[in-house]
Nanobody, 115 residues
Framework: QVRLVESGGGLVQPGGSLRLSCAAS????????MGWYRQAPGKERELVAR???????SYVDSVKGRFTISRGNADNRLYLQMNSLKPEDTAVYYC?????????WGQGTQVTVSS
């Protein structure tokens, strides 16, 4: 069974940066389109960044130009570089398949953007 573990979140001031990391058991990143999701309090979970096995990326409009998703196939890790963070980016961030069916969800990593 695939296990996903997210890390790298924290408290950052507006305009700051964070780099999230997702470690997976098993070599899933080279065979599955993967994504970073986030869920803010009282809101539904949303897919914010996606990367295909071929390396093509796509982003939700609210993070375009600020977030970059990447993948390290050799180390089974997925990354999300987040720059120019805004208070509205505050959420718990998760990695998982960018599809309609998912691996078991990890615990996520909390990102809080506040002065």
């Amino acid at each position: 069974q695939v296990r996903l573990v997210e890390s790298g979140g924290g408290l950052v001031q507006p305009g700051g940066s964070l780099r999230l990391s997702c470690a997976a058991s098993g070599t899933i990143f080279s065979i599955s389109a993967m994504g970073w999701y986030r869920q803010a309090p009282g809101k539904e979970r949303e897919l914010v960044a996606r990367i295909t096995p071929a390396g093509s990326t796509s982003y939700v409009d609210s993070v375009k130009g600020r977030f970059t998703i990447s993948r390290g196939n050799a180390d089974n890790r997925l990354y999300l570089q987040m720059n120019s963070l805004k208070p509205e980016d505050t959420a718990v961030y998760y990695c998982n398949r960018a599809a309609d069916t998912w691996y078991p969800w990890g615990q996520g990593t909390q990102v809080t953007v506040s002065s």
